[in-house]
């Protein structure tokens, strides 16, 4: 059963490392419906693998001088500071209505990426200045949202840096940058709990390693930014479908 989980997650790791992502919304499930208990395993190694995907991704951006990090510093800094205070005021808030309006954001921003990408790559990206100002807003905001809703919130950079004006390989390295912070932020708040499953944990490190390395090298190398952008498209489609279906069906219960 290891081996084959192994599988699932190089591929996901391979998908998600070209997109800047870390994968987590692939890792947890699957770990989950392999049998092992969602708090004290399926989270933690999920959020590691999470991060290790992200960073190791960035070895291969950096070599292309793909990572924006002056102006990513900024909005990774912000989501982890406004991340931790979302997570403290989930218990006071309705999730369902939050999500269902989460989820046509997303939807949003997805319909928006696909009309984009036959679109021209943009020249130039916006002064650093406004980049470091929307960069704050953007972190504190998705970070206080995915703390309240539980997520990551990694997926809603890539589109709002391109909207910046940043080329499609620079948003996706810079959304790496990013959510590497929040990953390993993230699990040093699950760590306590969790309870280390060394031969699953060594097979899954070496998958993600493998992966990590695969896809970002195809990204900075060949992969073509009006593919990636349909990519991108398809994953929020997803992620915004998830998140309906879990808030209609929370308003049902």
Do not use: C
């Not at 309006?101 to 200045?129: D, T, Y």
């Not at 790496?176 to 932020?185: E, L, Q």
């Amino acid at each position: 059963m290891n081996i084959i989980i192994g599988i699932i997650i190089l591929a996901a790791s391979f998908l998600f490392a070209m997109l800047g992502l870390g994968g987590g919304m692939v890792y947890v499930p699957v770990l989950n419906w392999a049998g092992y208990d969602l708090v004290t395993v399926a989270l933690p190694l999920g959020l590691l693998l999470n991060g290790l995907n992200t960073s190791l991704a960035l070895i291969q951006f950096n070599k292309k001088k793909l990572v924006d990090w002056k102006g990513g510093i900024f909005m990774a800094l912000s989501a982890l500071v406004a991340s931790p205070i979302g997570a403290i005021t989930s218990k006071y808030v309705n999730q369902s209505d939050l999500k269902l309006i989460f989820a046509v954001a997303v939807l949003f921003a997805a319909i928006r990426m696909m009309m984009q990408a036959n679109k021209k790559e943009p020249e130039h990206k916006s002064e650093l200045k406004k980049r470091i100002i929307i960069g704050i807003i953007v972190g504190l905001s998705i970070g206080f949202l995915g703390g309240l809703l539980g997520i990551g919130g990694g997926f809603v950079f890539a589109p709002v840096l391109m909207a910046l004006g940043y080329k499609t390989k620079e948003a996706a390295a810079t959304t790496a940058f990013i959510v590497t912070f929040s990953s390993f932020s993230g699990y040093l708040g699950h760590v306590a709990d969790g309870d280390m499953n060394w031969p699953l944990t060594i097979i899954l490190v070496i998958a993600v390693i493998i992966g990590s390395q695969f896809g970002a090298r195809f990204m900075s190398q060949k992969a073509k930014p009006k593919m990636v952008k349909k990519i991108y498209a398809a994953v929020l489609i997803i992620i915004a479908i998830k998140f309906s279906w879990g808030a209609i069906t929370n308003i049902i219960s």
